[in-house]
């Protein structure tokens, strides 16, 4: 393609509300167009790198046996009621009425859909295993959409369902689709790594997250170096200290004026903030948003909640929580904002975490106004209606496979596999008829690929202060030939016929004939990111133009016909 | 891919609600599976097929140097208010709100979307013309979705928008536009007429339509086998006869009981229908909903009226008018059912058909139960608020180009093509600087293609009473090998090998190696319209199979060798 006929529009500034790598650039090359907070279009280069992703995810979907489908976007309510998940999902969910009133959703997932065709479709045990995938256009009507194709409400993802006989089955299936997307990630040029995650509102027993390194990343990993544990802290666990031997001493009220948090309590008593007991106040609400119960949560003074942890305890979803407001919260359980310890609750779920009932003599709010209470004990002083582990693995702490120190990234995810088991064979009703002609239930996995996170995570990961520096698999285009002077005849000449001979190799080649300064065309080709540039200037009257790997800072000078031999080798290999 | 592997269910029995042979077909042969009313998925040969479909038609795009973009399905309204849409488009427009409460929709079109892309980037002559275009998801929620893929509410289309300088410049794009899709329909195969339409809810000022010629099409056409003259009848302009040179008679009343309809009162008084007059009653809405005026059409008693002439006479959309409540109507304006004239009627805007003028003598309604005036003339006796061709262009009728008789088919719209000219820049303020730095409005034109519909267009026209019989452009695969026996080893080595040989020579092969029965593989073979059938039964062992091309009804035994060239060759000749 011809610059002088693209349709390029590339950036000077950045954008205002753009904050990270991946946003500020795909927005400055025009990759990516903004219609509307968390809503993005794909302009001809943007759109060029996600169909190569998706070629990519497809090749390896299709190596699996997977089986590409196309669902619609628009789901009816019906479906999604008989899940459970109408009520469950929470505002994410963006809800629709066609003309007659009839509720729809714009699916963010499509369990339920793929679940209705199976248990239609499939009859007999000969039909499975089965694997069927799409690449579509999802929809998350998210709270607060940031930071690009990063956390969108329109997005396009790669979901695939998987349908076995057995749990044995399924690990297989899974295990197929683990390996497809270690291949995927790593064609994409990803730096990543696979973590034991939460299945969140999906739901199942088994989940890995695809997270691609980055500091940038909303994905908090936690990993071992000596062993292999790598979770998301949403998901990893933590090990317990072994409990106290301390003896229990008596309860006393000690006046702590002011001092609302664990540092000033601790500061005030002189007393280390894993001595102190930290509560944090909730109110749930039920399917129809309104208040439902207030919940305490305690975890030791430096220790930070849990959130996923606390709601998997409560067995709740994620919506169904917030912060209390403390003025209803402290007439109803008799709670005092920054003294609020587990004695003297009431009319309160109280959720304590695991390690609390081995700690002895800790320090609690007191209920009242600028008081703590000193040496409170569970079991003697106060019990709980849940004892789970609810806290944050912290950097540092023992990995709860070797014990070893566990470390602390970020990342992104760009992509999760469930085991699902049977959630939605058995609340959907789908069953195939096993050899002895019996009603089994059908073992599900399902497994997402996030196409334009992963483009925004491939940026993240590739790029410098002058922009974006495509792995050669996904780039827009591979060459970029920079013709200086387009209308010095022998110039032109030069970089039309390199232009025409990469091409015909089947090179994807731009030529920028375009009538700008120099300094404009280098600034976009390194801003857009082509892995080759090929420089057409006045060294093309001694035969000679520059060849240069947009990846590293050396250039050379040699012949075209040299220049196109070292694209088409470098092309090849890396494509 | 093998089809003990491949998710395959056929149906043995017509769906119910399916009337039309491309609704029956797709869902008998699984290519489409209904969600609900209106709303379809594509199971792995359906969506093989419309990625063909898709693929031709990028081609076809980007060698008109149009670039493919991808906008997102969700519109803010803000947009469609800017262009006064919003309230124009009616019920189809599939609105919803997001969790804030803002105004979106599910883009039908995107006139608004592409318009604002361009108005931000292009400020120069130098970045025209331009050419853009999208494969995407479309919305529009139909009040009665019907003949499966044909009228659905989620549906594929390929939309391109061009902007140019001049309307000359707009000639060359529609002209590309044109070349295009007659080569996408074409590689398609299609059988089709480009025919002039109207511009509808679009806009604009010419319009073409391209039908695919099937009986069971909703579009019906009007085409001279003359001269060139080809339109919907919707569009079709008609000849008035010359005005009659007839001595206008006195007005006379007459007692014609019982007699409502054009048949009954020109029987009852021996008249022909040319001498009557046909009276068609209305009422208009107002953007939101409410009662905004009656109109009463009127047209000669053997003529149909055009709705979209009249709505287009009247420049209100055509959601803004129905059928009139008579009782409400005659309260307001003395129409009285079946016996309503021009002569007497009030408050009540009247559209005569231009050909009424000319017209001595006719018979109308007297506006009174069971009489008739007869010898009413315009002019005379009463006049119009508009007066403009209404009527339709029967077959037989004289050609408007050449004169000659007209004839008439039906046919399904799977593309059209607008020269919008200035309509969108104009209200949404797209321009352009041109040479001396003077601000131009751009001039547009946009081009759309029905992806799902010419599928089902497609099957329309190929397909006999045993299944589909897809051209091998589009077929989801090009060859099954029809293995009966597939415990018989020599049976299933000679398959496998016909199997592998086909596939590394870049041919698309099903292998069928299902333990069913061979009626069973026969009848889904047919079905599903596989162009070439290579079987492979107990002849295998003397070295021959059959090859029949579904086409055909001719079979040939011949060596796999043979089979295997045969078939090479024709997918490489048709693919």
């Not at 169904?320 to 004695?343: L, Q, R, W």
């Not at 106060?382 to 609810?390: M, T």
């Amino acid at each position: 393609m011809k610059l002088s006929k693209m349709h390029l529009k590339t950036l000077r500034e950045v954008p205002n509300e753009a904050e990270i790598a991946s946003h500020i650039l795909l927005v400055r090359t025009g990759m990516i167009k903004k219609l509307v907070s968390g809503v993005y279009g794909f302009m001809p280069l943007g759109w060029r790198s996600i169909r190569k992703i998706e070629e990519i995810i497809r090749q390896e979907m299709d190596a699996k046996g997977a089986q590409e489908i196309h669902m619609s976007a628009v789901q009816p309510a019906e479906l999604w009621m008989e899940s459970g998940r109408w009520f469950k999902y929470g505002p994410e969910l963006w809800r629709l009425k066609d003309r007659n009133g009839r509720d729809f959703c714009l699916g963010p997932t499509h369990e339920e859909i793929f679940t209705d065709i199976v248990r239609n479709d499939v009859n007999s045990y000969r039909q499975l295993p089965l694997n069927l995938y799409q690449i579509q256009t999802k929809y998350r009507d998210e709270a607060r959409p940031r930071f690009g194709l990063m956390r969108s409400r329109e997005f396009i993802m790669k979901d695939s369902y998987s349908f076995d006989k057995t749990y044995e089955d399924l690990d297989k299936s899974y295990d197929d689709m683990y390996d497809a997307y270690e291949k995927v990630f790593t064609r994409c040029g990803l730096t990543f790594r696979p973590v034991e995650a939460d299945t969140g509102a999906i739901g199942g027993s088994n989940s890995h997250e695809f997270t691609a390194l980055s500091e940038v990343g909303e994905s908090e990993i936690a990993y071992c170096e000596k062993c292999n544990m790598a979770a998301t802290t949403e998901k990893a666990l933590c090990v317990d200290a072994a409990a106290s031997k301390a003896a229990e001493l008596p309860l006393e009220e000690v006046h702590t004026p002011g001092t609302k948090t664990i540092e000033e309590v601790s500061a005030f008593l002189n007393m280390d903030q894993t001595q102190t007991l930290k509560a944090l106040l909730f109110v749930t609400y039920d399917d129809n948003g309104n208040d439902n119960g207030y919940v305490a949560a305690f975890v030791r003074g430096d220790r930070e909640l849990n959130m996923i942890k606390l709601v998997n305890a409560l067995n709740i979803p994620e919506h169904a929580i917030g912060f209390a407001d403390e003025a209803k919260m402290s007439e109803a359980t008799g709670c005092v904002g920054g003294f609020t310890g587990p004695v003297g609750l009431h009319d309160c779920k109280i959720v304590v975490d695991s390690e609390i009932p081995g700690l002895k003599n800790l320090c609690a709010g007191a209920c009242k106004a600028d008081y703590h209470l000193k040496n409170v004990n569970y079991g003697r002083d106060y019990s709980a209606d849940i004892v789970a582990d609810i806290k944050m693995l912290k950097a540092g702490d023992p990995c709860p496979v070797c014990g070893a120190p566990v470390k602390h990234a970020r990342g992104i995810e760009v992509g999760q596999v469930f085991k699902l088991g049977t959630k939605y064979s058995e609340s959907m009703g789908a069953y195939y008829k096993d050899e002895n002609q019996k009603d089994q239930l059908i073992v599900m996995g399902c497994y997402g690929i996030g196409v334009t996170r992963t483009l925004a995570a491939i940026v993240e990961q590739h790029h410098d202060e002058n922009g974006i520096i495509w792995p050669v698999s996904v780039a827009p285009y591979h060459v970029i030939i920079t013709l200086l002077s387009p209308e010095d005849e022998i110039q032109a000449r030069i970089a039309e016929d390199i232009y025409r001979q990469l091409a015909s190799a089947g090179v994807e080649v731009l030529l920028d004939d375009r009538k700008e300064r120099p300094g404009v065309k280098f600034k976009d080709a390194d801003l857009i990111g082509i892995p080759v540039r090929i420089t057409v200037g006045r060294g093309a009257a001694e035969g000679k133009v520059e060849y240069k790997l947009r990846r590293e800072s050396d250039k050379e000078e040699i012949s075209p016909e040299e220049a196109i031999a070292k694209a088409i080798t470098i092309i090849n290999e890396e494509k």
